[in-house]
């Protein structure tokens, strides 16, 4: 409204998992919150919400700009989040195309700051372990959905170095939390529900965090002042996962799965089990797809101390975000 002082912020990826916390942490402020949708997206917890909707898609740039005009800072979460599709173009349309779209609408905005999502996962694995924002990427990306946002975030710092886009990178870990659809959510279904015929990669190490935690870094990275060209890494629970599977079996009071899958037998079964996927369209049972079961056998151990000291998060338990997740699949089961 005219006059309104408060701050106004564009927000993609509002209807995703992170986005919807984000979404629900941002309407606890006084700021102005504009979410921008596609026509068939899902806004159902969105209406119930103080915010606007801005209907468009990522490959519109006019959308992108009507719905960014007159924001102060643009928030982008849009990504495909997934280890296997259908079609593996979406993830260059969306996490390289997309994002370059976004940024470079946000340039031609004249917003003030711009908070790009991205994730743990475009470090691959550095010489450092744990690994810190300050630490080079190792040489690799495990799986389509990693190397595309690496990309993407390669073209941000392009834009931050080259063209003074006001950019703040974030960087979540393994994200859990209640109500999660995606990879580490199905993970914990399928031990809650003895889906899971073997347990796979049991000594592999994972840095975890609470969806919580990772919407309210992007709120204070978002708030804090003099941070532009700064990155974090969100995370800081390092367990293996075996541990993590017997974290699960303790609250659920299930028992785990009694084999382990010999490493070579996981890699056989998961190009298996992906081929089928590409031929029936299908996702692959257990999540085995190739892609994956890299990202579980190499891990990933992150330092994300830096979000405590500068942003003042206090990370929550895994346990409370485990309680948390598998209380709501169970309110939701059938």
């Not at 969105?46 to 009507?66: I, P």
């Not at 300050?134 to 073209?155: A, H």
């Not at 859990?176 to 809650?192: E, H, T």
């Not at 890494?233 to 993590?244: H, V």
């Amino acid at each position: 409204m005219p006059g309104d002082s408060r701050i106004k912020v564009f927000l993609t990826g509002a209807t995703g998992f992170i986005g919807t916390h984000v979404v629900r942490r941002l309407s606890a402020t006084a700021h102005q919150v504009v979410c921008f949708v596609r026509k068939n997206s899902d806004i159902g917890a969105l209406k119930q919400l103080d915010v606007r909707l801005a209907v468009g898609d990522l490959m519109d740039r006019n959308s992108l700009g009507e719905g960014m005009k007159d924001c102060d800072w643009v928030i982008d979460l849009a990504n495909v989040y997934s280890f296997w599709v259908p079609d593996m173009r979406v993830y260059t349309a969306v996490n390289i195309e997309g994002t370059r779209n976004v940024l470079e609408c946000a340039l031609q905005a004249g917003v003030a700051k711009v908070i790009h999502v991205s994730t743990c996962g475009i470090y691959g694995k550095p010489a450092e372990c744990p690994f810190t924002e300050n630490s080079q990427p190792g040489p690799v990306r495990f799986g389509e959905y990693f190397r595309t946002k690496f990309e993407g975030d390669r073209i941000a710092w392009d834009l931050y170095q080259n063209k003074h886009l006001p950019l703040v990178m974030v960087h979540p870990c393994a994200v859990l939390g209640p109500g999660d659809p995606k990879a580490s959510g199905r993970y914990v279904q399928d031990l809650l529900y003895r889906r899971m015929p073997a347990t796979v990669f049991n000594d592999s190490i994972l840095t975890w965090v609470h969806v919580k935690d990772v919407a309210e870094s992007i709120v204070r990275a978002a708030e804090k002042e003099g941070n532009i060209g700064e990155k974090y890494l969100i995370g800081k629970y390092r367990m293996s996962l075996a541990e993590f599977n017997t974290l699960v079996s303790d609250i659920a009071d299930v028992p785990l799965p009694r084999l382990r899958l010999p490493d070579f037998l996981v890699a056989i079964n998961a190009r298996i089990l992906t081929t089928l996927a590409n031929l029936s369209g299908i996702p692959p049972k257990w999540g085995m797809s190739v892609d994956q079961m890299r990202v579980l056998k190499e891990g990933f151990q992150v330092d994300g101390s830096k979000a405590e000291r500068e942003l003042g998060i206090d990370y929550t338990s895994i346990r409370v975000a485990l309680e948390e997740a598998i209380a709501s699949y169970r309110s939701s089961a059938p």
